[in-house]
Structure formats: structure tokens, C-alpha cells
């Protein structure tokens, strides 16, 4: 079965930085572009950063580029998201999740998605 095991999260301060980290499992990870989605109750689930299979592509929402950087490790099956300079408004819970047909951005698309790690930045 596969299984994505997201970690990492916790209680920061305005400002401060978290590592948030997905080790997949019973999957040929290196073939599969990756992503990062994160669901608040006001906002619904929006997908804030994809790597593709090589780790050579990425993309960021705007709402957190120049902030977070998605990065992953093949050899380990774990993909990294560094999330800098948070903010309030970066509260929510954080899931990894792919599709096996390719990349995507609406979160209906996901086939596979680990259990969430909460981020919580107060205001």
C-alpha cells in the first residue's frame, strides 16, 4: 500500500521558519511529481508548491513564493518543504499528496495524500 508520512509541523512565531517533511512508501517515489496542499477552514484546500519526478521543476503559489522552497531526496524517498518568514495567514494543516498520472493543482485531482501535519503561526 503506499503510504506518505508527512512530519514536521508545530507552533512558530511570526517570522519564524519550519521544515516540513514526506517519507512515501510502497511506490516508486522517484517516478512521481510531488506537491504540498494545505487546507484552513476559511480558504479550503489550496496546493502551495509541486516538484516534479527529477526534482528539476517546481511551483509555488503566490502566496508563498520567495518563502518556501520544495526540494526532494530521491535515494530517500522524502520530499522537504522549507517554509521561511511565516505568517499568520500560513496556519492550516499541510498535507503531501501526488497523482500517479501527473501534476496537478485542485486538490479533487490527488489521488494519494498523507495523514497532515498542523503549521500554526498566531497572530
Known amino acids: 500500500d503506499v503510504q506518505l508520512q508527512a512530519s514536521g509541523g508545530g507552533l512558530v512565531q511570526d517570522g519564524e521558519s519550519l521544515r516540513l517533511s514526506c517519507a512515501a512508501s510502497g511506490c516508486d517515489f522517484s517516478s512521481y511529481d510531488m506537491s504540498w496542499l494545505r487546507q484552513t477552514p476559511g480558504k479550503g484546500v489550496e496546493c502551495v508548491s509541486a516538484?516534479?519526478?527529477?526534482?528539476?521543476?517546481?511551483y509555488y503559489a503566490g502566496s508563498v513564493k520567495g518563502r518556501f522552497t520544495l526540494s526532494r531526496d530521491n535515494a530517500k524517498n522524502t520530499v522537504f518543504l522549507q517554509m521561511n518568514s511565516l505568517k499568520p495567514e500560513d496556519t492550516a494543516v499541510y498535507y503531501c499528496?501526488?497523482?500517479?498520472?501527473?501534476?496537478?493543482?485542485?486538490?479533487?485531482?490527488?489521488?494519494?495524500w498523507g495523514q497532515g501535519t498542523q503549521v500554526t503561526s498566531p497572530a
Open positions: 499528496a501526488f497523482n500517479p498520472d501527473g501534476m496537478y493543482m485542485i486538490a479533487s485531482r490527488f489521488r494519494y
Open positions: 516538484i516534479d519526478s527529477g526534482g528539476i521543476s517546481t
